[in-house]
């Protein structure tokens, strides 16, 4: 499982005082959640392409889990799927260590494209403490499979 570390937020202002995330930030992240799910679709995946599809799906697995802490009949729908979303990337991580090929079986694919909203809508309602916070979590959980990754992109 990719999340396997306890996060420790920040002290911060109530919920509803917080800073959410421009609209500038929220259009970069819907375009980063498209082109990732279409270079998955067309079959144009590296090994930078998959790191970006495991640190986009941790990330918002771990906003996820946070909201629906604090609010589980709105955000539990959103969890459940970024849940799913995350264990078919573990298949991503293992087709990757097994034979180097970038790549996602049919239901991984599924699984990608029906998380692009979700992330999106996490993105919509996110504090942007949050959102930095839960970006630096999935990249500390992805440090195991980060140097094979970073290894292949070099070469």
């Known amino acids: 499982c990719l999340m396997s570390r306890r996060i420790r937020w920040p002290k911060q202002p109530p919920p509803g005082l917080r800073k959410k995330l421009t609209r500038s930030q929220r259009s970069s992240v819907f375009l980063i959640h498209e082109q990732n799910a279409q270079d998955l679709a067309t079959g144009r995946g590296t090994p930078q392409l998959l790191y970006d599809h495991l640190h986009c799906a941790l990330t918002w697995l771990i906003v996820a889990k946070d909201l629906a802490k604090r609010d589980p009949e709105t955000f539990g729908e959103a969890l459940t799927v970024m849940q799913a979303t995350n264990a078919a990337c573990d298949g991503m991580i293992d087709r990757f260590k097994a034979t180097g090929a970038v790549g996602c079986s049919g239901p991984e694919l599924l699984m990608a494209r029906e998380a692009v909203p979700w992330m999106d809508a996490l993105a919509e309602v996110v504090d942007e403490d949050m959102a930095i916070a839960a ?8 440090d195991d499979i980060a140097p094979l990754l970073m290894e292949a992109i070099e070469a």
Request: no cysteine; net charge neutral.
């Open 135 to 142: 970006g630096l979590a999935a990249i500390q959980a992805l």
